[in-house]
């Protein structure tokens, strides 16, 4: 009576794990794909590194008024620091699978991406967006 039951048992459990095992090996064309994008991303960035101090310049000073003028270049120094490094780690590290499957390591992925304002007011914005009021009662 108990054999009939652990067989029924490892049954079900076999026949509800066996889709979750069948996944497709990767092709080695996207393998090599992604390892060549990895590559040229590190390349791309330890060369444009130094973009960073204006980006930042001009990002501190858009968001903070004139302090940015003097805390924007030493944020950009920092930031092209660390673009530098994560360059060349990607760089040297192009073949191996990290992160997350040859993944970016910094966001933004490039210095010219993340120049826009993020923030919903913009300094010196004073009229309301269209559709922003609320209704009274809410």
């Known amino acids: 009576m108990k054999r009939p039951a652990v067989?029924?048992?490892?049954?079900?459990?076999?026949?509800?794990?066996?889709?979750?095992?069948?996944?497709?090996?990767?092709?080695?064309?996207?393998?090599?794909?992604?390892?060549?994008?990895?590559?040229?991303?590190?390349?791309?960035?330890?060369?444009?590194?130094?973009?960073?101090?204006?980006k930042q310049t001009?990002?501190?000073?858009?968001?903070?008024?004139?302090?940015?003028?003097?805390?924007?270049?030493?944020?950009?120094?920092?930031?092209?620091?660390?673009?530098?490094f994560i360059g060349i780690t990607e760089t040297v590290f192009f073949m191996v699978p990290q992160p997350g499957y040859y993944d970016p390591m910094i966001d933004p992925v490039y210095v010219w991406e993340g120049w826009e304002d993020i923030r919903g007011d913009r300094v010196g914005a004073s009229a309301p967006q269209a559709g922003s009021e609320q209704k009274s009662g809410e």
């Open 58 to 84: 001009y990002i501190t000073t858009r968001n903070h008024g004139n302090i940015g003028y003097a805390v924007g270049p030493i944020k950009g120094v920092t930031m092209a620091l660390y673009r530098g």
């Open 7 to 54: 067989i029924l048992a490892l049954l079900i459990v076999t026949l509800v794990s066996a889709p979750a095992c069948a996944t497709e090996a990767p092709r080695p064309e996207a393998i090599t794909e992604k390892m060549a994008f990895k590559l040229v991303r590190g390349v791309t960035n330890l060369t444009t590194a130094i973009a960073e101090i204006p």
